[in-house]
Each structure stands twice: as structure tokens, then as C-alpha cells.
């Protein structure tokens, strides 16, 4: 089970399927190898991530390469165009506004997990990830924005 | 407040953080006045959507390689050796993981399993003390629907029911539903109509279905075409009964998905997490799906009365009350299509734009004591009987001539209705029909000691996926479909045994299992006649060897799909393969059949509507209203169809079909789990390959059990 959102975290830092399969071993060789330097002060997963992190940026500085993002792929399920548009922005975001973005938005971590996977301070995470999610909504206000299903 | 602030706030509201009392209070007066910031919120959730529909993508299956590549670990390394790690597949891109070579410790890597999963990573929350992500609760909420209706008694709820564009005319319709249960077969929905129609002439959508066991009755408007609105010329409304009901007859249903999504929640392999919201004071999870797999939510629909169609791609949006699974609300969003808006233009829709829902139902109240029994009272009309004839288990030697078999194992359902079903011309047949029950769940077992048919007894097609039984024995499975549950078909010496059951498929399997029966298929059944020539049943492998072509399979297939049989069509001299593929649990879009032939040309157009398309580099065909894609490459015609797939799912499935790779050959496996398919009848394994040595070093002795070979589709 952590083992896929490990994949999927790193699959979204990485943005290639290959290289976040390598990050995920290489994140769990290293937590292994750490654990019993993880002192409990965060929470398991919080430091998990961070762990995660740190890899995905080794293997993006080894890489180098933005060629290698072979994500998203357009997902194939009902309302594409919403979902082709959001990740389409969403992949132009900067890494300091998509780690908080993913950490939050997409795995549901609270500002203060996201803080100390990202090793910065609350407001800093707050004032990203709303800058992030102003980012992708002015991506997609060209389109008017409909009544979302999310306001019963 | 300014719009900055209040940005910032609703940031943080949407993300679940608290905010302080003022704050909110502050922020919400400023959204009353402000459509700018309104307009930021729909964009945050509009975003929001667009991010977790993608979670359910597919996560490659790193444990093994972990395990491996922990086990390297120096300190861990003068452990038992077994052979070295090969990773399983090289991934697209050419890139392969990082390949381990050394020796692993099985004993260690059994040890480190086992200490993470001390650190809280199993379990059913991932992140202790908060949400599991959507993709764990959507693997997690078929079984925890499942335990939820075993343990339900009863249950009455009021429903507010919106309609939009049922006709021109009548833009918006307006009903109450109420749902009363008392497990397992007392049902009763009451849909009161309150739109103010014109005039009298409109016929008034109110409908009654009450159901007590064995009774069953329904009143609603005569079902006129909407354009016929108001004068609908077949008058008032109309009633039904049927009694001498079959326990769980599809023919007189209980539409109880309505209380808990049971069947339309049966697998998860389309189910999407969206989030969560409150809904009416309760904490509920919002899932999505497509209209066609929430197809029983709606079954109430189908009962009677006039309702609006909707089109199978249709988005469902179903918040579950994360506590109870009842649905707390649903709401349907037209597909955005080419296909779906000329199909609206048939249906005399107006355009519905994909962000409005067209139907709406959301809960008023709801609450879990048994209704009182006169809820159920069936009015005294004139009724038809399906002819079931109740009867006590003792005394069904004397009636039918044997005593019906009992499964040992019933996964805690107890017994509920034991009944003679009907034979021809309304006599009683000489089968019976044990039914057992827990809450809303069932099965019953029909049985005969005299089939003579030439394939499988009861509803179950002779290409159905063939599986072993977990002690032993095969049988015949098919998924959940629209209108019938999972099935079983067990033919043993003498007699014959058709299972149907809302339960999971591996419960159904273990409970089939415990039947004092030792099944077999006849060889007979392999071979059926299919216009005007024969169609035998056979291994993948056995095809590859049998016919004079090369065979391919797919491998990209839409989720939760794999091949359950492959069948040899032999029409004089020529010989077609039919590759079937289904879904395990739930099949309510229905089989994605892959045919190949000998060819050069594509047949004469058949339809209407066809378009021309590029399969990879070949001209091929696409036809909408068969969900077709045909092509012809290298002498070789192949059609690819079915599961209401649209064009870019058919392209993905032709574009990945690669020749059949068979493993060298070994012996037959013999597998004790329960839910494999037997392979002389079916598949092949061919998506995971055994890990091989490469290293110089042999195998050590007694390691071979380490690379199991895992038979063909098992389910994830």
C-alpha cells in the first residue's frame, strides 16, 4: 500500500514511470536503511515522503532532462477535457508550487504533514499551494468555469 | 476582507484546514458579494476533480524488487541465498529499474516485511489517523459495503428527487422517494410526484413497488413515449402481482442497490475516490462511475413509471455515507461526445452541457430500525404466479425424488427459503431452490438430477470463464451482469448445480467449494454448433498450436479485464479464433471480444455509421454502434469489440496486440488458490514472466518455490 503512494509520489515529481519506479526502490533501500534514525517526531509517512523527495531530486539532477516526462498521458475515463486541461497545467507548475500541490491536493496531507515533508514552514506551504492552485485555475478560466459537482 | 485574503482562506478551507470562527465567517459573507472569488472556488474544486480522477491509474508492482533490494542490504547478506532478481519487465522508454543482482535473503526480506508492516503501513487506513488515499478506499469499498449488508436489518429512507428535460414541455420534474427494507425480502418504494404539471391531462409519475418474500406488486402510470406528453393515450395507472415468487427473482426484482450499492459497487476497477463532503450532517465519501456500471443504483427507475433515458457514459457522482454505505446523494452529468450529443438529438433532448447534472437525488433522512411488517402489506389485486412452490427441507425427497445438497460453508448466511421452482407448462419442476441470507446478502443453489443439456445448467454461457473450485473440481463462472448476480455452474456425475449470489466471487467460490459434489466438464461441451459451422473450446495454447495463422493478444486492456476463453470457429476449410475477455466481479458493460481470421481485405461495410481510422500504420475501420474496430495486417483480419468502448480505448487495444508468447512448456500447474482459472480450459500465463537466474551461480536447492509461476489473471 505505501509502496504505490510512494510510486505515485515520485511518479509525479519525476514525471516518468521509469525513474519513479528507481526512486521508489531507492526511497525504500534508504528508509530501511534509516529506520532507526526516523525518531518520531513526524509521522511515518511524513518522513516517507521526505525521503522520497530527496530521491526524486537526486535522480532529476542525474537526469537532468525534461524529455524524460512521459506524463500525464490524457487519462481515459469520463470528462476528459477537464482532466487533460488540469494536468496539463499541473505539469507546467514549478516544482516550489507542485510539491505542495501533490502532497496536499492529491494525497491529502494536511499543511502541517506537507511542511515537514517539505522541511519549510506552514505559512510557506500555505502561501505555495495557494499561489499553485491560482496558477492552475487561471489556466483554465479561458473555459467558463461550471457548476462543479462538488456543491450540493 | 479583500478578494486576496479571502483566496488564501479558501485555500485552506478547500484543503480541510481550520479555520478560525471569525475567519470563516468573514469569508463566507465575502464569497455572498463576491463573484470573483466564487468563481475561484469552482476552479479550486474544478481542479481538485481533474487531479483525483487520475489516481486510480496503474502502479507497477515494486514490492518484489524492494523486498529484493533491501534484502542486498551488506549486514543482511550472510543469510539463506535463493536466485538472484530479475525485474519482471522493462518499461516503456527502454529503461529498466536498477537491477539487483546480488544474492537476497528470503528470510530477511519475510522479516523487513514484516517490520513495516509494524510501522502501520497495512491496514485499512494507510496514513494512521487520517484519509486513506482514494485509490486504497476504492480497493477498500466493495468488501466494506459488503460486511455493511450482511449486518443490515432495515432500513427506511426519504429521497428528494430532481429530474431535468423529461420532455420539452416539462423542463423539471420533482418527486419524493421513500425506501423501506426489512432484510432480507421485505422492500417497499413509494415515488410521490410533485411537479406541478399544466394541467390533469399529464399523467402523474407516481409509483408504489412493494415486495413481502414471495409477493410482488407494482403500481405506476402507464410507460408512454415522452413525446406523446400530455396525452398519454394509455390512461392510469397500471398494477402488478406476482405471486409464488422465486427468492431473488430477476424476473420480480428488489431493486435494493438503492439502499446499498451492492452490485454497482461490486468491483472497483473503475471506481474513482473523488473526496469527501458532508452531506445532509453526515460525512460522505463522493465516488464517480459511469452511468452503465451504476446501471442497479437506478434499477427503481426501470420498475415503472416514465422517466428520462440517460446515455451509458453518462457520469454518476454517488456520495456514500462513510459510516453506513448508504447513498446519501447522486447526481448523473451527460457525457461530453460526439455520440452522446447525437444521441440526445434522437432522444429529443435538449443540448446538456457535461458540467449540469440531469438528475439529481439526495437524501432527506434515513434511519436503520426495522419498519413495522404492514409497511409491506400488498393490496389484494388479481396476481400471476412464477410458480415457486415453498416448502420445508424435509420434505423435499418426498416432492422431488432426491435431497438437495448443502454447502458446508454458507460465509455466515443462514438458511432463508427453500422452494420447488416451476417445470414446463406451470407443473412443479422436479429441481429445487435452497435459498440462504445475512442482511442483503444471498444465494441461493438451484439443483437437477436431470440436465441433458449440452453445456452448462441454469444462466451461464458455455464460453463462461472455467474456474477450480478452492478443494477441488471446476465449475463455470460469470460475473454479475444487468438483471442476474454471479453464477456458478457445477456439473458433477448425476447431477447438476447453478449458484447465483450477490456475494464476492471468491466467497461464492469457497461456499461452491464446500458442496459434497466432485464437479467435472464434460469434454462434450467443448464443442458447440455456431452457424452453420462449429466453434470448439480450447486453450490459448492449444489454439496457437491448432491453427494455421499467426495468433495475437492484447496487452492493454481497460481495466480489471482478461482473457476468460478462447474459442475455434471452424466454418468448412476456414478457421477463426474468438478471444474472449471479462471482468472478474462485475461485468455490467459487458465482454470485449477479439477476433482473428486469415484475410486480406475488411469485410463489406455492415453499417451505417463507420468511419475510416489508422491502426498504427494500417487502414482499419471504426463502427460506433458495435463498439468495433476492424483492421487487416500481414494477412490477417482482425475485429476488436464490445464493453461499450469508444475509439480510443479500441486503438489502444489493437495498437498493443503482440504475438502470443508462450512458456516453454511444463507441466500443468496445479494451484490451491481459489480464485485461479484452470489452465488447460483458459488462459495462459503471459503478462508476468518467472524470474530467471542470470548470474553465474546455480540455484541453490529448494529456492525454486521463490519464483512461483502465477497463473493467468489473477485478480489483483
Known amino acids: 500500500m505505501y509502496q504505490a503512494d510512494v510510486w505515485r509520489f515520485a511518479y509525479h515529481l519525476t514525471g516518468n514511470r521509469a525513474t519513479a519506479e528507481d526512486v521508489t526502490q531507492e526511497a525504500f533501500l534508504r528508509a530501511f536503511r534509516f529506520l532507526r534514525s526516523f525518531r518520531g517526531d513526524s509521522k511515518f509517512s511524513s518522513w516517507l515522503f521526505r525521503i522520497v523527495r530527496n530521491c526524486s531530486m537526486d535522480a532529476l539532477k542525474a537526469r537532468r532532462s525534461l524529455e524524460l516526462r512521459d506524463y500525464p498521458q490524457p487519462p481515459p475515463a469520463t470528462d476528459p477535457a477537464t482532466r487533460a486541461e488540469v494536468w496539463d497545467a499541473v505539469r507546467n507548475l514549478s516544482r516550489e508550487h507542485l510539491e505542495p500541490f501533490v502532497l496536499i491536493e492529491v494525497f491529502g496531507l494536511s499543511y502541517q504533514e506537507a511542511a515537514d515533508v517539505l522541511q519549510v514552514r506552514v505559512g510557506t506551504v500555505k502561501s505555495r499551494m495557494h499561489r499553485g492552485r491560482r496558477v492552475l485555475i487561471q489556466g483554465l478560466t479561458d473555459h467558463d468555469v461550471e457548476e462543479g459537482a462538488g456543491e450540493l | ?716
Open chain 2, 1 to 716: 476582507m479583500n478578494c486576496e485574503r479571502a483566496e488564501l482562506a479558501l485555500s485552506e478551507r478547500i484543503d480541510g484546514e481550520r479555520l478560525a470562527p471569525r475567519l470563516e465567517r468573514a469569508l463566507d459573507g465575502h464569497l455572498a458579494e463576491c463573484p470573483r472569488c466564487r468563481a475561484f472556488e469552482a476552479g479550486a474544486r474544478r481542479v481538485r476533480e481533474g487531479v483525483r480522477f487520475r489516481l486510480a491509474e496503474a502502479v507497477p508492482d515494486l514490492v518484489e524488487p524492494i523486498m529484493a533490494a533491501v534484502a542486498t542490504e551488506p549486514k543482511r547478506r550472510r543469510l539463506r541465498i535463493i536466485p538472484p532478481f530479475e525485474p519482471r519487465r522493462a518499461p516503456p522508454g527502454g529503461r529498466r529499474p536498477r537491477p539487483r543482482r546480488r544474492e537476497v535473503a528470503r528470510l530477511g526480506v519475510a522479516l523487513l516485511a514484516g517490520a513495516f508492516a509494524g510501522t502501520a503501513i497495512i491496514g485499512t487506513g494507510v496514513w494512521p489517523g487520517r484519509e486513506p488515499s482514494p485509490a486504497v478506499l476504492a480497493q477498500e469499498l466493495p468488501r466494506q459495503v459488503l460486511q455493511a449488508a450482511t449486518h443490515l436489518k432495515g432500513y427506511h429512507a426519504q429521497f428528494a428527487v430532481t429530474e431535468w428535460h423529461f420532455q420539452p414541455r416539462l423542463p423539471l420534474r420533482h418527486f419524493t422517494v421513500d425506501v423501506w427494507l426489512a432484510a432480507p425480502e421485505r422492500f417497499r418504494l413509494d415515488v410521490v410526484d410533485h411537479t406541478p404539471y399544466p394541467n390533469a391531462t399529464w399523467p402523474r409519475n407516481d409509483l408504489s413497488l412493494i415486495l413481502d418474500r414471495s409477493d410482488w406488486y407494482l403500481s405506476g402510470p402507464a410507460q408512454c413515449p415522452a413525446d406523446a406528453y400530455p396525452n398519454c393515450p394509455l390512461g392510469g395507472p397500471q398494477t402488478r402481482r406476482v405471486d409464488h415468487r422465486i427468492p431473488f427473482s430477476e424476473a420480480a426484482p428488489m431493486p435494493s442497490d438503492i439502499v446499498l450499492p451492492l452490485t454497482t459497487l461490486a468491483d472497483s476497477n473503475r471506481l474513482t475516490v473523488l473526496g469527501r463532503d458532508t452531506i445532509a450532517g453526515h460525512a460522505a465519501i463522493r465516488v464517480a462511475l459511469t452511468y452503465r456500471q451504476a446501471s442497479p443504483l437506478f434499477a427503481f427507475l426501470h420498475q415503472g413509471g416514465a422517466w428520462r433515458p440517460f446515455f451509458p457514459d453518462d457520469r454518476v457522482v454517488l456520495w456514500l455515507d462513510d459510516r453506513s454505505w448508504f447513498p446519501l446523494a447522486y447526481r448523473v452529468y451527460p457525457a461530453d461526445s460526439p455520440q452522446r450529443r447525437a444521441w440526445a438529438a434522437r432522444e429529443g433532448l435538449p443540448p446538456e452541457p457535461p458540467g449540469r447534472d440531469v438528475f439529481s437525488a439526495r437524501i432527506l433522512s434515513f434511519d436503520e430500525r426495522v419498519p413495522a411488517l404492514d409497511t409491506f402489506a400488498i393490496p389484494s389485486v388479481p396476481a400471476t404466479s412464477e410458480g415457486a412452490q415453498t416448502v420445508d427441507l424435509d420434505e423435499v425427497p418426498s416432492k422431488v425424488g432426491f435431497e438437495p445438497v448443502v454447502p458446508s460453508e454458507t460465509e455466515g448466511l443462514g438458511l432463508y427459503r427453500v422452494v420447488i421452482p416451476p417445470g414446463v407448462s406451470g407443473a412443479p419442476s422436479d429441481q429445487t431452490i435452497v435459498a440462504y441470507s445475512a442482511g442483503l446478502a444471498w444465494l441461493k443453489v438451484r439443483e437437477t438430477h436431470s440436465w441433458h443439456g449440452n453445456g452448462p445448467f441454469g444462466p451461464v454461457s458455455s464460453l463462461a470463464e472455467r474456474v477450480a473450485l478452492p478443494g477441488g473440481g471446476v465449475a463455470y463462472y460469470e460475473p454479475a451482469t444487468r438483471g442476474l448476480e454471479r453464477r456458478l455452474s457445477i456439473h458433477a456425475p448425476g447431477i447438476d448445480l447453478f449458484l447465483e449470489s450477490n456475494l464476492p466471487r471468491a466467497a461464492l467460490l469457497h461456499v461452491a467449494a464446500s458442496l459434497p459434489v466432485s464437479s467435472r466438464i464434460p469434454s462434450s461441451w467443448d464443442v458447440q454448433p455456431s452457424k452453420g459451422g462449429v466453434a470448439e473450446r480450447l486453450s490459448l495454447r492449444q489454439a496457437v498450436s491448432r491453427v494455421p495463422f499467426p495468433v495475437s493478444e492484447p496487452e492493454a486492456l481497460p481495466a480489471g479485464y482478461r482473457l476468460i476463453a478462447t474459442e475455434l470457429v471452424r466454418l468448412g476449410n476456414l478457421q477463426s479464433l474468438n478471444l474472449y475477455f471479462r471482468q472478474p466481479a462485475a461485468d455490467l458493460e459487458g465482454q470485449i471480444r477479439l477476433h482473428i481470421e486469415p484475410g486480406t481485405d475488411l469485410p463489406l461495410a455492415s453499417a451505417s455509421q463507420q468511419s475510416a481510422v489508422q491502426v498504427g500504420d494500417t487502414p482499419g475501420r471504426f463502427t460506433p454502434s458495435r463498439h468495433e474496430l476492424e483492421w487487416v495486417r500481414d494477412g490477417i483480419y482482425y475485429a476488436v469489440d464490445g464493453a461499450g468502448l469508444g475509439l480510443s480505448e479500441l486503438l489502444a487495444i489493437a495498437e498493443s496486440l503482440r504475438p502470443v508468447d508462450l512458456p516453454s512448456p511444463s507441466p500443468p500447474t496445479t494451484t490451491t488458490s481459489s480464485a485461479t482459472t484452470v489452465p488447460s480450459a483458459t488462459t495462459v500465463p503471459s503478462t508476468t514472466s518467472v524470474p530467471t537466474p542470470t548470474s553465474s551461480e546455480p540455484p541453490p536447492a529448494g529456492a525454486a518455490h521463490t519464483a512461483e509461476p502465477t497463473a493467468g489473471g489473477g485478480t489483483p
